[in-house]
């Protein structure tokens, strides 16, 4: 079984950078489910994305996207302090997310074959 970990770092509308990422977790899951597991961690602007009630007017939803990623069974937290930061902690998250911590993300890199990074 192949253990992945997904970060992100960046504003879930600013760029695609995070849509197509859990887009790409999303069918690994979907094709491949039975050979990985995969967790997520968001850094920075990406926290944005765990935050429920998002009604984009045109293209992708990315909360719907990550709301897929955790049905399936993926892990994902947002960093603590970067919620803080950006004044969000105590906002709706997304179902299936929650906050999280360095700590957390530390054993998740050490638990991971691999690291991917958008």
Request: glycine fraction near 10%; include cysteine; hydrophobic fraction near 40%.
């Amino acid at each position: 079984m192949q253990k992945l970990l997904f970060i992100f770092n960046e504003s879930p509308y600013g760029t695609e950078k995070t849509f197509n990422g859990l887009r790409y977790a999303v069918n690994l899951l979907e094709e491949h489910g039975k050979e990985v597991e995969i967790k997520a961690f968001f850094f920075s602007d990406a926290v944005l994305a765990g935050l429920a009630g998002q009604h984009p007017n045109d293209g992708y939803n990315v909360q719907q996207t990550l709301e897929i990623l955790t049905g399936l069974g993926a892990e994902a937290k947002l960093c603590t302090s970067c919620t803080k930061a950006r004044g969000i902690t105590h906002l709706p998250l997304a179902q299936g997310v929650t906050v999280g911590t360095l700590d957390d993300v530390s054993a998740w890199t050490l638990w991971a074959d691999k690291v991917i990074n958008f």
